[in-house]
């Protein structure tokens, strides 16, 4: 399978800041999305990265407070803006390589703490 | 949309006895059901995943079984050793992206 990178792994922040979380994967893929996981809680998604257009969200996240980018079919950045403690998480970047529901593998993470 | 839940939500066995994993869905057209393993730290890791053209699939110590009528699904650890402790999440779709369960805290105590 793919191999993901995501980075930074972790980070301490200030409220109010914003930070970009980047994910790169060693091969073309067809679909790219991006999860939170919230400290002993399930995965939820955020959005579904498109390339070339604008990310698809799901309810309750917006483009404003979580604006992503792909440019290519190897590469994904989510920023987290204007941060509060409640944005403290482990944000996941997921990827399915051929399109036709086929498997998702994850990235390992990105743990972020706001101070 | 699809909605996913997950039952237990911990579970502890003894090393060597079986554990058992199950999670409903509600949407009919869900078609694809995999099973991932995240232990503490790390990115959740796909251990096993099963079609709707197939009842049930096996790989060494785990299997999955697929019950489309009901609506349910299960996963099966056998012969359970303490590198099983995790937690697993069940999830489904139809078409991407993937809908989880809440996971299942994984015990198994030596």
């Known amino acids: 399978s793919a191999v993901i990178s995501q980075k930074p792994s972790r980070d301490i922040c200030q409220r109010g800041t914003s930070l970009t979380i980047q994910c790169q994967v060693d091969s073309q893929v067809t679909m790219m999305f991006w999860y939170r996981q919230q400290p002993g809680q399930s995965l939820t998604l955020i959005a579904t990265?498109?390339?070339?257009?604008?990310?698809?969200?799901e309810s309750g996240f917006v483009i404003d407070k979580f604006p992503i980018s792909r440019p290519n079919l190897t590469f994904s950045t989510l920023t987290v803006s204007n941060m509060s403690p409640e944005d403290s998480s482990i944000y996941l970047c997921s990827v399915e390589e051929s399109g036709g529901n086929q498997p998702q593998h994850f990235g390992d993470g990105t743990r972020l703490s706001i101070l | 949309g699809e909605n996913v839940e997950q039952h237990p939500s911990t579970l502890s066995v003894q090393e060597g006895d079986s554990a058992v994993i199950k999670c409903t869905y509600s949407d009919s057209a869900s078609n694809y059901f995999p099973w991932y393993k995240q232990e503490l730290g790390k990115r959740p890791q796909l251990i096993i995943d099963?079609?709707?053209?197939?009842g049930e699939k096996k790989d060494q110590r785990i299997a999955v079984t697929l019950n489309k009528t009901a609506k349910h699904f299960s996963l099966h650890i056998t012969e359970t050793q303490p590198e099983d402790s995790a937690v697993y999440f069940c999830a489904a779709s139809e078409v991407t992206p993937l809908v989880f369960g809440k996971g299942t805290r994984l015990s198994v105590i030596a």
């Open positions: 990265a498109n390339q070339g257009s604008e990310a698809t969200y």
């Open positions: 099963i079609r709707s053209n197939v």
